[in-house]
């Protein structure tokens, strides 16, 4: 176990969201990004996560000399801040070219809007000194089964990693798998899925994964599982702790704050892998209740890594010589309450 691991977080200026839904109009008024950029700075955080257009605003009216300018001068205030970037991701829902998927749209014209709205993130990736692609494939997946071909969309999807890889010899590119929403079927649903397809690109060490709690708990998985299955292949690159309250939208809840044992084995999970020893951060894609007042906008941020905190405590001080007694026993009654009772604390 990494016992004295020193974990570094992220979140994205996305984690500090309005409270919209799809029932109702935001409940707190938008701040501008350098005011996010300091509440991450007063939070201690050590990293922040971008979206290409997060990034660059109004990136699709602009050329790629007019990116990179953007990209460096925010470099520049990074750096003033002495906040890393963690990643980019290329935002490839909003855009009308990516109604009907972005590389798997039936549409050759929208297939190449991605991919060259991707190539623009991997050069502002670049910019601001990270080679991590985060590709969160939102759209990549169909709402009724006859409207696209599978096949031809893996294939799209290979495609479209190769030409990202072949864009830069650098950039890493870390998939985040979620079984569904916006679809109703998304084509790479599972660390498992994101991993195969890595295996057809031109450069599979290059292809990763990203895991998201909430992402593998609407798969019906475990997320302490898919943290083991993707480190056994030192692919998890990077991480979206959150918590979901089983299968309905996805919650991005604080992290924890739905099922507290499931967020302990994840964390037992990442000590006992060295999640974070080479360099990995841990990221919150959590975001604050619709009720949540202003000036209480950052506590689900504050809470998740506290949470997380505690729970490294209690991974560390876990009994592992009486829990493999029990093992060896078989005796999974006493285990099952030795860590209830662990997390319970004194009583
Ligand atoms: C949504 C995703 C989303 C991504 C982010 C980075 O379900 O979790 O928040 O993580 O857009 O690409
Ligand atoms: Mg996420």
């Known amino acids: 176990m990494a016992k004295q691991q020193q974990y570094k977080f992220c979140f994205g200026p996305w984690n500090i969201s309005e409270g ?14 350098d005011w996010k950029l300091d509440q991450l700075k007063k939070l201690g955080f050590d990293a922040m996560m ?32 002495g906040v890393k970037a963690e990643m980019v991701a290329p935002r490839l829902w909003f855009h009308p070219s990516t109604v009907d998927g972005a590389y798997t749209s039936n549409d050759a014209k929208c297939r190449k809007y ?19 692609l985060v590709l969160w494939l939102a759209r990549e997946g169909s709402y009724i089964r006859e409207s696209k071909n599978g096949r031809r969309s893996f ?18 590119l870390a998939i985040e798998p979620k079984p569904n929403e916006p679809m109703d079927q998304a084509y790479i649903p599972t660390i498992g899925h994101a991993l ?15 895991i998201e709690s909430a992402h593998a708990i609407l798969a019906g998985l475990d997320p302490a599982d898919e943290i ?8 998890l690159w990077s991480l979206h702790l959150n ?51 202003e000036e209480h906008w950052l506590a689900h941020l504050d809470n998740s890594r506290r949470t997380f905190q505690r729970l490294v405590e209690k991974a560390r001080t876990f009994d592992e010589k009486k829990a493999q007694a029990f093992v060896a026993q078989r005796d999974y009654a006493a285990l099952d309450q030795m860590a209830i009772e662990h997390l319970l604390g004194a009583a």
């Open 20 to 33: 919209q839904d799809p029932y109702g109009p935001p409940t707190r008024i938008p701040q501008s990004f």
């Open 50 to 81: 971008f979206h290409d257009d997060d990034a660059v605003p109004d990136i699709d009216a602009k050329s790629a000399a007019q990116i990179t300018a953007e990209a460096k001068a925010l470099k520049k205030r990074l750096n003033d801040a």
């Open 114 to 132: 991605a991919i060259e709205r991707s190539l623009r993130a991997v050069d502002i990736a670049n910019v601001l000194g990270t080679n991590l």
């Open 155 to 172: 294939e799209f999807l290979v495609q479209a990693l190769d030409k990202m890889l072949a864009h830069d010899s650098r950039i890493r």
């Open 196 to 210: 195969a397809i890595a295996q057809l690109t031109r450069d599979p060490k290059r292809v990763g994964c990203l």
């Open 228 to 235: 083991d299955f993707a480190m056994l292949f030192g692919k």
């Open 243 to 293: 918590d979901q309250n089983g299968l309905k939208f996805d919650q991005d809840k604080p992290f924890g704050s739905a099922n507290l044992r499931v967020a302990f084995n994840q964390v037992r999970a990442l000590e006992r892998n060295g999640y974070g020893r080479r360099g990995e951060y841990v990221c919150f894609d959590v975001h604050p209740f619709r009720t949540t007042k």
